[in-house]
């Protein structure tokens, strides 16, 4: 990261019995370039939402901006101790303070997180969403190319949103059909703050990913399961009814007609 900004603002309110609520604001801090070494510092003080009072580094004095302010910097620089501490504070105070916070806090102002990037459908007719997630710092571009150069239409860009971990993640969408992304170069391209790599995924079918499924597989599976659930019904229909017909037929009685004991006798010699 190039600079560091050390920034302070405040809100008061000031109360009058014949005016009602008006609001004071004031703001100061310095700024630090790390490879010039460059510093700016700057002091204002606003009332109502306009400039009221602004420090001049080079009289180190307070300057009025309104009319209604000449009061305030009279008394301001009229004080020998507010403007020694100023005078410090911006010469001095303030760089050391910042200077400690970068210090202190490097390792989490400093970091890079590169970025996941994925393709994804719903359908083949949906928009294509280029998804880059994970990534810190916030700052981040996400864009389409076509054949190299930038499509103006059909795009739609999401907002960065923040991840549970601290992490950033941000999509934009693509409306194309199939046969247009397959006979040009369609491209989707990630570039992170901090981060001197481009990240780049390339559209084609075997980077989408999509919860879709061809639906005629399915179908067969499920007239097959039909036909073959039907087919056991049918088996079972048939075997209730031959044993029906079976059971009616039951134990053949034996015969008790004259006939048949005259025939029963035959063979018998009496005595």
């Not at 981060?195 to 879709?212: D, P, R």
């Amino acid at each position: 990261m190039k600079g560091f900004m050390l920034m302070f603002m405040g809100i008061g309110h000031l109360y009058e019995a014949f005016a009602g609520v008006h609001i004071l604001q004031y703001m100061y801090g310095c700024s630090r370039d790390d490879e010039t070494e460059q510093t700016e510092r700057f002091g204002q003080l606003g009332y109502n939402g306009e400039n009221f009072l602004e420090y001049d580094m080079k009289t180190l004095t307070w300057k009025s901006r309104k009319q209604q302010a000449h009061f305030m910097q009279d008394e301001w620089n009229s004080d020998i101790s507010r403007l020694d501490f100023w005078k410090n504070y911006f010469s001095q105070t303030c760089i050391d303070c910042l200077k400690k916070q970068v210090d202190k806090g490097k390792s989490t102002l400093m970091k890079t997180v590169p970025p996941s990037v994925s393709l994804l459908q719903k359908t083949p007719f949906s928009p294509v969403t280029c998804h880059a997630t994970g990534f810190y710092p916030r700052g981040v571009t996400v864009f389409w190319q076509k054949d190299g150069q930038d499509p103006h239409e059909d795009v739609e860009n999401g907002e960065t949103l923040p991840n549970d971990d601290g992490t950033f993640q941000k999509s934009t969408h693509l409306t194309v059909t199939p046969e247009e992304w397959k006979n040009n170069k369609y491209q989707c391209v990630v570039q992170v703050t901090g981060i001197k790599e481009v990240f780049i995924k390339v559209l084609t079918e075997s980077e989408i990913q999509t919860n879709w499924e061809d639906p005629a597989p399915n179908i067969i599976l499920i007239i097959g399961g039909v036909v073959a659930l039907l087919l056991v019904v049918v088996g079972v229909v048939v075997g209730v009814v031959i044993w029906k017909k079976k059971s009616k037929k039951g134990f053949v009685p034996a015969s008790t007609s004259d006939t048949d004991s005259d025939n029963s006798g035959k063979g018998v010699q009496k005595t």
